[in-house]
Structures are given as C-alpha cells and as structure tokens.
C-alpha cells in the first residue's frame, strides 16, 4: 500500500538526561519530509536529587552574577538567594553546601550569630575525606569572617592557598584567594594575570569573567592585548549588556589590530553599536568585515550604513554591492550609484542589477543616466554574444533597444531574446527547463541557477518539462512561476519599422509572426 516502515536506531550511551530532540528527513526528486524524534531519557531518582541540587547551586550563582554586576539589587539579591538556599535544604540533608549558603546571607545580613551556627552545623557535615576540597574551603573562608582575627585569617589563607596549588586547577580556590590574598588588592596587574592564569588552566566558569570584567569596568587599560582570555571577557561583558563607553572605545582599539576576522570580535561590536549606536563603532564592524571579505545578505546593511554615513573605507562600496540581496533590494544610496558611474569592477550580474536599477531611477537621475548610457551599451553587447539572460538585462535590453541604442544587426542575432520567458522553480532538484511548442520540432532547453532558469517561447501553443538530478522529467508536479520579460507585440514595432526583413531565417520570428496573422 502507501505505507513504509522504516526503524530507527537509538544509542542510549549518545543521550543526555532529560530531553533529547532530533528529525528524521526523507528527500525525493518531488518533496522532503521530516519526522521529529523525541527521546525522554530519564534518571534515577539518586541523579535527580543530584541533578537538583546542581541547578539551584546555577542558580545561587546567576543571582550572585546579577548582583555582582549591578543587574539586581542587594534586596532582591539576598530575598531570592535565600528562597534558593531553603530549596537546596530540602534536597539533600547531609549536603553542608546549603548551609554555607545560608551562612554566607546572613554574614551579608550582619547576623554574624546566627552565621556562627550555621557554620557550626556545616562543620558536622563536613568529613575530611570525603568532602570536596573546594567545599572545605569555602568553608575555612567564611569562618574567617566570622572570627576576623589577623592570625587566623592569615592561617586559612595559607591552607587555601596549600590546597590551590596542590589543584591549580580548582577556580574555587583561586577564587577564595582573589579576596583573602592581600597582593592581589595591592597589585592589580598581578589579579589580572592570575585571572588570566586561571583560564590557560581550563577555569570557564562566568564566576571568573565577572571578575575580569568589574577590573576592566574600573580600568579599560587591560585591553591593551587581543588574548583568548580577553576576547571570553568581552564576551562575557556583551552578553549580560556590562559594556562601558570606556570599554568599547577600547574595543574599537583591539578591533582594528586584529589581523583576520573574528566572528566573537564581530558580535561583540554588534552589541556596542546596539548600545552608541556612534559612527566608529560602525567604522571597526564595517572594517573587520572587509578584511575577512565578507559578502552577503546579512553584512548588506552594515555596508549600507557606513556608506550612509560616509566612511573612508577601502572597498566599501564594492563589498556592498557584492552583499545586497539582487532580487529584494528596493533602494541603493546615491553615494554608490555616483561611486560606481566612474569606476564598475562587479561581477557581470551585480553590474546588470546597477544597470536595472539605473533605468528604474532615469528620472530621478538624469544626468547619472546618460553617463552610464554608454557603458550600458558596451556592457548589454558582452551578454549577449555570451548568451546571457536575465531580468535586469532584459530591462537593459528593452530600455537600449526604446532609445536606438541597438543596431539592426544586433537585434536580427539575438531576435530569441526578444521571446524570453523567466521560469522561476520552487521546487527542489530541478536542474533544466525544457520548452516544446506545439508548432516547431525539438525541444528547447535552459539550465535551472539559483532556482531560475531562460527560455525563449514562441508558440502560445507549448509546453514546459523539467528535469530532475538524476535525469527523470516532471510535468504536473513541479512549483513553479512563467515570468515574461519581453512582449514581441510590443518590441518587434519598435526594433523593425519597415525592415522586418532583418529576421530573414529566423525560425522562431517567423513562427510568431505566422500565429499573429492567423489571429489577427
């Protein structure tokens, strides 16, 4: 019948826990069909309680980010820490975490006594052994602020500095010591490059990015060097919208000495001129761009914009007009319009859009018309003797031939594109066009290019084929649109008063000129 069974092979070791989503996607010559796969991998309920316990240690950490960077305030921050801290206590008893949590709101709170024994309960959960190091400190570090005795600062200090360096890659550590160590306060170059030290070590944590990024708030002058580290900093800063006027005129620094384009670089300059909006910001994404020869749809805009506001860059125009949209693009600024009438190194199918678009604006832009009368001349004879065809060169082509711009002799040679049709193909894995007419033997055939394809048609009385990858023929079931680009009743009276003896031998005019008379 009309049903297929087709099994489906999953891995349970290539799962997460949770949700897995995917799509299984069948693909013909007419269609492609996609079936979504849902996989619901469930824990046991050991690992749930593991699993919940971690998203609420994540969500400690979000609100202390938020706090840290000004994004919450200190009310909200310790009212929704708190609501945090009572939901970790309900999951895992035996876990001191929570309590260190709770210990460390109340310290905030000035509730040193009840901070006190809090710790004092933590204290009990925690087992030498078994407790991670990173726990045990932070541990050391908030009875520390209870006690507030020099010596005994000095003496956590020095375990968890022990306790670091026999795991340099603990950031929890190193985290405790950016604020119990006193040379990082009295040295910032030396917190910035055991920041920077951290992260060769493999620390990702945003924990460590807001730190980076409050020292460079305070001082931009660190962003005097494109590392990895600073560019996950930027990042960081981007993302949770932590930029200063001060750091991005320091970004606008790094960007013009970057030596290749950089995709972090180009998002982070995407966010800075969300937030100025200013012309050098545009100057550093425009030139960045350029010097990865971005081109494309998506970049257009930002050519536009510089070119809006002028900039000096070299190629700018160029890249934009190898980036915008051919057969979307409504308007072009008339800086490049007055750019490209003295100088066009375009491909042949940018040039013959510019062109088009010339002819459209001619009243707006007389003078600018008849400069590029010439030149469009020139160009329009190139594409024809190498059989090109399209919508903006069947404009040009229509406009020349209007303005006597076409000698005979040309038109008897390309007659054929006098008949052009446009087909435009929707659906997928067309690769030709074939036209057959009810009048004339054999087939006429066009190559399908970015979905459009040229034919000329001479008969009312025809038919359009199309071919697939694999070299089967389609009729009916093929999406498709006929665009016609020239109206012979139109154009022929224009091209040949009086000398219709020029299409001597033309099968195709004849053709037409056959049916005319029979209709008429």
């Not at 087709?6 to 007419?30: D, Q, S, T």
């Not at 400190?137 to 022990?162: F, G, K, M, P």
């Not at 749809?297 to 007009?321: C, D, F, S, V």
């Not at 038919?463 to 665009?483: I, M």
């Amino acid at each position: 019948g009309n049903q297929c069974a087709c099994p489906l092979l999953i891995f349970k070791h290539a799962l997460h826990m949770g949700c897995n989503y995917g799509k299984v996607r069948f693909r013909n010559e007419y269609t492609t069909l996609e079936i979504p796969v849902y996989v619901n991998h469930a824990e046991v309920a050991a690992g749930k309680g593991r699993l919940s316990r971690k998203k609420k240690t994540l969500e400690f950490y979000r609100c202390y980010l938020l706090y840290g960077m000004g994004k919450m305030t200190r009310q909200d921050w310790l009212a929704e820490t708190e609501q945090i801290v009572e939901g970790m206590g309900t999951i895992g008893a035996h876990n001191p975490l929570p309590l260190l949590f709770r210990a460390h709101i109340l310290l905030t709170r000035e509730r040193r006594s009840e901070a006190k024994e809090a710790l004092e309960q933590a204290c009990g959960l925690i087992v030498p052994e078994e407790t991670r190091p990173e726990i045990s400190c932070y541990y050391l570090y908030l009875t520390s602020l209870v006690s507030r005795d020099e010596n005994y600062i000095r003496a956590v200090t020095d375990e968890i500095r022990r306790v670091y360096y026999n795991e340099q890659t603990n950031w929890q550590a190193a985290w405790l010591l950016l604020y119990l160590d006193g040379e990082f306060a009295r040295s910032l170059s030396r917190k910035w490059l055991f920041l920077e030290q951290q992260f060769e070590k493999g620390c990702r944590s945003p924990i460590w990015y807001m730190e980076a990024a409050q020292m460079v708030r305070k001082h931009p002058a660190f962003l005097m060097k494109m590392t990895p580290f600073v560019m996950q900093t930027l990042n960081f800063m981007a993302k949770y919208d932590y930029l200063s006027n001060e750091c991005i005129s320091q970004i606008h620094y790094l960007a013009e000495r970057v030596k290749e384009f950089s995709e972090r670089m180009y998002a982070i300059l995407q966010v800075c001129y969300r937030k100025k909006k200013d012309t050098e910001t545009l100057h550093a994404i425009c030139a960045l761009l350029i010097k990865g020869n971005k081109i494309g749809p998506q970049y257009a805009h930002w050519y536009r914009k510089g070119i809006e506001k002028e900039l000096w860059l070299t190629r700018l125009y160029e890249h934009y007009m190898l980036s915008v949209d051919i057969r979307r693009e409504k308007e072009i600024p008339a800086a490049a319009l007055r750019y490209f009438s003295y100088r066009s190194e375009l491909p042949e199918e940018r040039t013959a859009f510019l062109y088009a678009y010339i002819i459209r604006k001619s009243r707006e832009y007389q003078e600018l018309y008849r400069t590029c009368l010439p030149d469009m001349e020139k160009f329009l004879a190139g594409q024809l003797e190498q059989g090109h065809m399209s919508g903006d060169i069947a404009r040009l082509y229509r406009r020349l031939i209007q303005e006597g711009f076409v000698c005979k002799e040309m038109l008897a040679q390309y007659a054929s594109c006098l008949f052009m049709h446009e087909i435009r193909i929707f659906t997928p894995g067309i690769r030709r066009v074939i036209v057959i007419h009810g009048r004339l033997k054999g087939e006429i055939t066009g190559e399908v290019s970015d979905g459009f394809a040229y034919v000329p048609v001479y008969d009312r009385d025809f038919s359009l084929v199309f071919e697939g990858d694999g070299g089967s023929r389609f009729a009916g079931s093929v999406d498709y649109e006929d665009n016609v680009l020239f109206y012979p009743q139109e154009m022929l009276p224009v091209v040949a008063p009086g000398e219709e003896d020029i299409f001597a031998g033309q099968i195709g005019v004849m053709l037409y000129e056959c049916e005319k008379g029979i209709s008429d």
